[in-house]
């Protein structure tokens, strides 16, 4: 299965995502701010890549930003969890990187079967390149 880093300063959001994820086989290496994050993504290589957005120790759009100029991390799907709706902060993330939005509180049943469908277009998306991309 997948190999997910899941960076979001909510614990009771990390752990209730992580215990559904794992029951469903994938991995999860999860931290609590951008820092702790983007070691965990250089260490793990992960599948993918959940981010809250508002982390005061380097926020998510930043840490996905990092990511856009690191080659080896540019095929990895990054979904973004923010509780701000506003119009410029949605463009903001897009331009950031990231290929699926959600706002928060979430459903932690839609957020597994959006990080399912994201895992099942990226592997169908990777199917023709002859090896998969390290982060090391």
Do not use: W
């Not at 979904?79 to 990231?98: E, H, N, V």
């Amino acid at each position: 299965m997948a190999r997910i880093v899941f960076v979001d300063e909510d614990d009771d959001l990390r752990t209730l995502a992580e215990s559904a994820l794992s029951e469903r086989g994938h991995t999860v290496f999860s931290a609590a701010d951008g820092l702790e994050g983007i070691e965990l993504i250089e260490a793990q290589r992960p599948d993918l890549i959940v981010l809250d957005v508002a982390m005061l120790e380097l926020d998510g759009a930043e840490l996905s930003r990092r990511l856009k100029h690191y080659v080896k991390a540019t095929r990895i799907p990054v979904i973004f969890l923010t509780a701000m709706t506003d119009a410029p902060t949605r463009l903001r993330d897009i331009k950031a990187g990231a290929v699926m939005y959600m706002t928060k509180p979430c459903d932690v049943a839609d957020l597994e079967a959006r990080i399912e469908t994201m895992l099942a277009r990226n592997y169908k998306s990777e199917a023709h390149l002859p090896t998969r991309r390290a982060m090391a």
